[in-house]
């Protein structure tokens, strides 16, 4: 009984091998399906609905801004940190005389001409843009430029708030009868209160009888400026070594007027 059930198992198993062979099936590789597609998603706003997250700089690090051909070479470059301004200045005039928009390519600048264009380029990410001076900043140690709101977002510098850039500035516009070796104050502040800008400028008034000096109020506190009978950089630079204010906050600045 034994052999004559191995027999059949035998037989069976030949004929299933056979029947298989008859019918070959081609084996497929498994694919997953895709991913659920985005663009719905990523294109809705409103409540409960998180925007998407923005790439990151080393993902895609994009070309600086071309140089403008009008514009030639630079004539100067400096590296240190830029920062942004926005609100209360909106709509304020700025130091070229013309209206504040936070939404035109504009930056602020300590020292360089009025009307100079310059490539600011944030070293961190690439991005650059190409922005004219139309004001004066930014009054804070260390940093070298103050971009407009538009041009924080154009360099990366919106965000992180500040950057250290690169700044490079073309030849400035040519203005008639204007010193070539520009026109130069000095600005001491911000102070917290107002008594002790009040008390800095009547002490400059007694140190420098031919000078012009007054006291102003800024978004920031209160502001004191000496303009030297001769306003040449030179002398602009002596004022500003001789002044030490007791208010550790308070500085005093070398500003270019024109």
């Known amino acids: ?38 663009t719905t998603t990523a294109n809705r706003t409103g409540p409960g609905v998180r925007p998407p997250e923005p790439s990151t700089p080393s993902a895609t ?16 470059t400096e590296v240190g940190l830029a920062s942004w301004y926005g609100p209360p200045y ?11 928009d936070q939404n035109a390519m504009t930056a602020a600048h300590l020292t360089l001409p009025m009307g100079t264009m310059v490539r600011v380029t944030n ?15 930014p009054f804070v140690r260390g940093r070298i430029i103050d ?5 924080a977002k154009a360099t990366g510098v919106y965000r992180v708030g500040v950057a250290k850039v690169r700044v490079e500035a073309f030849a400035p516009p040519v203005r008639v009868n204007a010193d070539p070796g520009g026109r130069w104050c000095v600005q001491i502040g911000a102070f917290v209160h107002e008594s002790d800008a009040v008390k800095l400028k009547e002490d400059l008034l007694r140190r420098y009888t031919t000078a012009k000096v007054i006291e102003f109020a800024g978004p ?39």
């Open 123 to 137: 070293l961190t990410t690439n991005q650059s843009a190409v922005v004219r001076i139309t004001d004066r900043g």
């Open 61 to 76: 690090i994009p070309s600086p801004a071309p140089i403008p051909n009008n514009y030639g070479k630079p004539v100067s």
């Open 147 to 151: 971009l407009s709101l538009a041009a």
């Open 220 to 258: 920031t506190g209160f502001w004191v400026r000496v303009n030297p009978k001769f306003p040449d950089k030179r002398t602009a630079d002596e004022v500003a070594s001789g002044i030490h204010p007791k208010d550790p906050t308070a500085e005093p600045y070398l500003i270019r007027t024109d």
């Open 1 to 38: 009984m034994k052999r004559v059930r191995f027999g059949c198992a035998v037989t069976l198993s030949a004929f299933a091998l056979t029947t298989a062979g008859c019918h070959r099936h081609t084996k497929q590789a498994y694919q997953p399906p895709p991913p659920p597609s985005t």
């Open 90 to 100: 909106a709509g304020r005039k700025g130091a070229d005389g013309t209206v504040y």
